[in-house]
């Protein structure tokens, strides 16, 4: 890898030229009010340049992180974590595809480390372009139907993009997917880190045998392939680090899955040598992430924005509206960025909200409406945002929505 952390190589005049057109896109785009302008921008900057993404990398320690559920915080806790030992740049909006990469790391020529999220089906791309450090893995399940390629097909692209790879991958031991894409790397730390969603994970990805769960464990009764032991896992509160010491997890984030997200993160730091101790400490900064999490005030009550993609991501922010029965709004839209098959539903156990007054909006509120009378659960179905709230109860509402839905709400609210 040429170039230093800190010291880069000064980069070719058609590179530059590359990255002041994007600027220049990206602004344009800014100014016409489309966004952050950052994927035009990046896709300008390597139409001039093909190779810029890995010239841009060359003088950072890069990580990247991919799944299907929790990159984006995930990718936010290690840059703050890893503040703590330099200069990060990092696509702290989600922007993950080569475009939106290239674009973020054209703003960090000062930095010592890149801190990439990763859409799953360019992993192995970008991998190959920015010869990371380490590699973190947190899992993989069913998304975007009509398009995203079969879970275990995508595993497998990865495991043949990572075979050899001179990173360090930080996987999660309890995903047999995972397990299986990471098992051709030659440097793998395993993190217990957990899995609720099971449903994409039955049968063996290595022979297609059917996989035993017995309690926190799994194995193929066929061929047996099986959980590899973790050096790192959470437990309640806690990491527990490959010495056995148990860190405590205070986040301002909520739930399970985002100590799982510390506990991963926690150990990608550690690679570059930031103590689990300050690691956690910097993470405690991170209030919400691109909107997710944040509580808004909106017509006199206060929202909390919730984001759920796919079934998986569903089963999990139930688990944290499981106290009392708080107003429910639920968001779905099917468009080109959710995903136009909206069949996904069906896989989500919609019984957890019963109890719950639930108010449903959204391009695809009917599809839902037929969702939640077939799981038995009461609602009303509502033309707006502003209806939604206005009909909810007393309290806290919590609002939960799919991407584009999600883009929706927060614009509406002025988040």
């Known amino acids: 890898m040429s170039g230093h952390p800190g010291n880069p190589e000064p980069l070719s005049p058609r590179a530059k030229l590359a990255v002041t057109a994007g600027r220049a896109a990206a602004a344009v785009s800014r100014a016409a009010g489309r966004g952050s302008g950052s994927v035009i921008g990046g896709k300008v900057a390597l139409r001039l340049d093909p190779d810029l993404l890995g010239r841009l990398a060359q003088h950072l320690d890069v990580v990247l992180v991919s799944a299907t559920n929790g990159k984006t915080t995930t990718t936010r806790l290690i840059a703050e974590a890893l503040r703590a030992a330099g200069p990060v740049v990092s696509n702290a909006l989600g922007a993950n595809m080569p475009a939106g990469i290239t674009s973020a790391l054209a703003g960090g020529s000062e930095s010592k480390y890149g801190v990439i999220e990763v859409d799953e089906k360019y992993l192995a791309g970008v991998a190959r372009d920015t010869t990371p450090k380490v590699i973190a893995l947190l899992n993989l399940s069913r998304d975007q139907l009509d398009r995203a390629a079969e879970t275990r097909m995508l595993a497998e692209k990865w495991r043949e993009g ?37 449903d994409d994970a039955w049968s063996c990805p290595a022979c297609g045998g059917v996989m035993q769960r017995p309690g926190d464990d799994w194995f193929c009764g066929e061929c047996g392939f099986r959980r590899p032991a973790p050096s790192w896992a959470l437990s309640g509160d806690h990491v527990l680090d490959p010495h056995g010491s148990a860190w405590p997890i205070r986040l301002q984030l909520p739930g399970r899955a985002n ?25 405690y900064a991170v209030q919400a992430v691109a909107g997710r999490y944040d509580v808004v005030s909106f017509q006199g009550r206060e929202l909390r924005l ?19 029965p708080a107003p429910v709004i639920l968001s779905v839209n099917a468009r080109g960025a959710d995903g136009t098959d ?61 991407y584009t839905a999600f883009q929706d709400v927060r614009r509406r609210v002025g988040n």
Not at 275 to 283: G, K, N, T, Y
Not at 356 to 363: K, L
């Open 342 to 402: 909206t069949s996904w539903l069906w896989d989500v156990d919609y019984g957890r909200l019963a109890g719950h007054p639930i108010m449903v909006i959204g391009d695809r509120k009917l599809d839902l409406a037929v969702r939640l009378e077939v799981a038995g659960v009461d609602f009303r179905v509502c033309e707006t945002l502003d209806e939604a709230v206005t009909m909810a109860p007393p309290g806290q509402i919590e609002l939960i929505a799919n």
């Open 306 to 324: 919730l984001l759920a993609k796919n079934p998986a991501g569903w089963l999990e922010t139930f688990s944290l509206i499981d106290g009392p």
């Open 162 to 198: 990572l075979n050899g790879t001179k990173a360090v991958v930080v996987a999660n031991a309890d995903d047999p997917l995972i397990v299986w894409a990471a098992s051709s790397s030659p440097n793998v730390v395993w993190v217990a880190a957990g899995q609720e969603w099971k």
């Open 259 to 283: 100590k799982a997200n510390a506990a991963t993160s926690a150990a990608v730091a550690a690679v570059f040598g930031v103590p689990p101790q300050v690691a956690l400490e910097r993470m």
